[in-house]
């Protein structure tokens, strides 16, 4: 069985990200897998899957602010808000004609910065326990509350135009919880022709790149890992323990360090004597408290 760790995978196009997991299931020979942040099937790009006890890191990187590289088609509108649903609308060629660059490029800066943004209503958001997009493909009508985003660049690379289209070629960075599919959506909405997303590609994911990912096909999650302890003195801050202090963690119990001390509710990685992480901790004055334990019985093969 494989240790625990992170595996940063390249997913390619047409797999759901679940199908990404279920894939390093059966690799890792473990079902303790996991990912931080869906990726669409349409969506190629960096999805992390934790493995054994470092799923419990994942609720750290969710959060991170993400890099996506994107083709929004201006022209027509989608059920989906992507070129996956089906068409809902098309305008007509002198509409298309008559967008000019400037008017493309200030929809652009209206989306960009804090905005509030509401999500697709074919999200994995749950409305009353149940995912949206079961909802919409159950036949009924979903309208999700709008919600506060940043998107903290939002990047034109390249303008192709045709008699029914036009492609916009885009850099997009976000806070986690944006979706790209909206922007595009809005984008088109404000620009009077609508619009959708046509292709999706994630690029990075915290200080994660997606040039570091393994290709799924060719992936061996033993070579791939990235052990539990690098993983986490990646994400946070260091702390490095006594022998004693590694046992006191282990068993549950606090330690004081009379030379340290910061604030609560900050995690920071303890790693034992061994190189091999113990835990996730917080500190209270001088004191640190076990915020996320790691299994000893992992740490052999971690």
């Known amino acids: 069985m494989t240790g625990s760790g992170l595996l940063l995978v390249d997913k390619p196009g047409g797999m759901t990200s679940h199908d990404v997991v279920s894939r390093v299931r059966r690799l890792a020979g473990t079902r303790k897998v996991g990912h931080a942040g869906t990726l669409d099937p349409m969506a190629t790009g960096l999805l992390i899957v934790g493995v054994n006890s470092s799923t419990r890191l994942l609720t750290y990187i969710v959060g991170a602010d993400k890099e996506y590289f994107a083709t929004i088609r201006l022209g027509s509108t989608t059920t989906t808000d992507d070129a996956e649903g089906d068409e809902t609308a098309r305008a007509d060629a002198g509409e298309i004609a008559a967008v000019e660059g400037a008017a493309i490029r200030a929809g652009i800066a209206e989306l960009t910065g804090e905005i509030q943004q509401v999500p697709s209503a074919v999200s994995a958001i749950k409305v009353d326990g149940k995912r949206a997009y079961a909802r919409v493909r159950a036949g009924e009508e979903v309208v999700l ?53 046509s292709a999706l590609r994630r690029t990075r994911v915290g200080d994660y790149d997606v040039r570091d990912a393994h290709d799924l096909d060719t ?61 996730l901790v917080e500190f209270r004055g001088k004191e640190a408290r076990t915020l996320v334990n790691f299994p000893t019985d992992e740490i052999a093969t971690a």
């Open 145 to 197: 509350e709008p919600r506060a985003v940043t998107v903290s660049e939002f990047e034109l690379l390249d303008e192709r135009r045709s008699a029914d289209a036009i492609d916009l070629d885009v850099r997009v960075v976000c806070s986690s919880g944006t979706y790209i599919r909206s922007l595009a959506r809005d984008l088109g909405a404000g620009l009077g022709v609508g619009g959708h997303l």
């Open 219 to 279: 992936l061996d999650p033993e070579t791939a890992l990235l052990p539990a302890v690098d993983a986490a003195t990646a994400l946070f801050e260091r702390l490095d323990l006594t022998e004693q202090q590694a046992i006191d963690l282990t068993h549950g119990r606090r330690i004081h360090l009379a030379d340290r001390e910061g604030p609560g509710g900050v995690p920071v990685a303890a790693v034992a004597p061994t190189g091999h992480l113990v835990g």
